[in-house]
């Protein structure tokens, strides 16, 4: 279907625009220094298939890895309205085990449109030293590792006993859920303005 280039500009801000904001929450919202004074994190926007729509201009390590975490969580798990999955497996397209991901369907009615996901850096993940960044020789070492699981409160009950700084990382973990929601919300907006075919004929034309 045809394009119109001014619009494809329009929807590349739109989409950016929802990646700005899962930012700007997650650094408000989080607990550690790590996320909200040295903003070592990272959102971004994905479509149905799993492929990124558009970043914020957060940390490109982040950023360039993390449409493999979206693509194991999208293989791995079979999403439902409500879910969150989390993983920082480095073999799951995570980077190092600090680096927590989460990845949020958003439906539209029964029909999945989009992903949202960031990643965001703890202060603290377990393993054999504070920090969890030591000389490690096995990954093991390094701290707990999450592959793509959904967020339950088992799942996050087994995270805060693996790390040194529960209180903090259980806050983060909340700004990680309030970004994502967010980025959902502004993309129900964006389809409720523009119409869902609108909205998919730009997506596709970005990736073109």
């Given at each position: 279907m045809k394009t119109d280039p001014f619009r494809i500009e329009v929807f590349k801000n739109l989409f950016a625009g929802v990646a700005e904001e899962m930012?700007?929450?997650?650094?408000?919202?989080?607990?550690?220094?790590?996320?909200?004074?040295?903003?070592?994190?990272?959102?971004?926007?994905?479509?149905?298939?799993?492929?990124?729509?558009?970043?914020?201009?957060?940390?490109?390590v982040h950023l360039g890895s993390m449409p493999l975490s979206v693509a194991a969580a999208i293989a791995d798990v079979p999403f439902a309205?409500?879910?969150?999955?989390?993983?920082?497996?480095?073999?799951?397209?995570?980077?190092?085990?600090?680096d927590v991901t989460f990845v949020k369907p958003v439906f539209l009615g029964r029909r999945l449109a989009f992903f949202?996901?960031?990643?965001?850096?703890?202060?603290?993940?377990?393993?054999?030293?504070?920090?969890?960044?030591?000389?490690?020789?096995?990954l093991h070492q390094e701290g707990f590792i999450l592959p793509p699981v959904r967020l339950t409160a088992e799942v996050r009950r087994l995270l805060l006993a693996n790390v040194r700084t529960p209180r903090e990382v259980d806050g983060d973990v909340a700004a990680q859920e309030a970004c994502c929601e967010t980025g959902a919300r502004r993309l129900a907006e964006l389809v409720a303005r523009y119409g869902r075919s609108e909205v998919d004929r730009y997506a596709d034309a970005l990736q073109a």
């Amino acid at each position: 279907m045809k394009t119109d280039p001014f619009r494809i500009e329009v929807f590349k801000n739109l989409f950016a625009g929802v990646a700005e904001e899962m930012g700007a929450v997650l650094g408000r919202a989080a607990y550690s220094v790590n996320i909200k004074e040295r903003r070592d994190y990272s959102c971004a926007v994905f479509d149905a298939r799993g492929r990124m729509v558009a970043q914020a201009a957060h940390i490109p390590v982040h950023l360039g890895s993390m449409p493999l975490s979206v693509a194991a969580a999208i293989a791995d798990v079979p999403f439902a309205p409500g879910d969150v999955v989390v993983v920082n497996d480095p073999y799951r397209g995570g980077t190092h085990l600090p680096d927590v991901t989460f990845v949020k369907p958003v439906f539209l009615g029964r029909r999945l449109a989009f992903f949202t996901a960031c990643r965001a850096h703890y202060s603290d993940i377990g393993g054999m030293a504070p920090g969890s960044m030591p000389l490690s020789t096995d990954l093991h070492q390094e701290g707990f590792i999450l592959p793509p699981v959904r967020l339950t409160a088992e799942v996050r009950r087994l995270l805060l006993a693996n790390v040194r700084t529960p209180r903090e990382v259980d806050g983060d973990v909340a700004a990680q859920e309030a970004c994502c929601e967010t980025g959902a919300r502004r993309l129900a907006e964006l389809v409720a303005r523009y119409g869902r075919s609108e909205v998919d004929r730009y997506a596709d034309a970005l990736q073109a």
